[in-house]
């Protein structure tokens, strides 16, 4: 992906589907070990979505196969 704040590009996409992916995750994985560090806006992303994961509005799901 390889653009500025990828990571918070990612959360966005899970928050409008309201699922988190293994794709997704996968993507914020790759992101974090390519860029060695993690941005303040990218952080308060990941934040953002571990908070909606822990009130239930977005899920933890199986591949969807076409994200």
Do not use: W
Request: glycine share 4%.
């Amino acid at each position: 992906m390889r653009t500025q704040y990828a990571i918070r590009k990612l959360v966005e996409k899970a928050l409008d589907i309201k699922k988190l992916t293994p794709e997704i995750e996968n993507e914020i994985n790759s992101e974090l070990t390519e860029l060695g560090y993690i941005s303040d806006v990218d952080y308060e992303a990941l934040e953002l979505l571990m908070s909606e994961m822990d009130a239930g509005r977005v899920k933890l799901v199986p591949s969807l196969g076409y994200l």
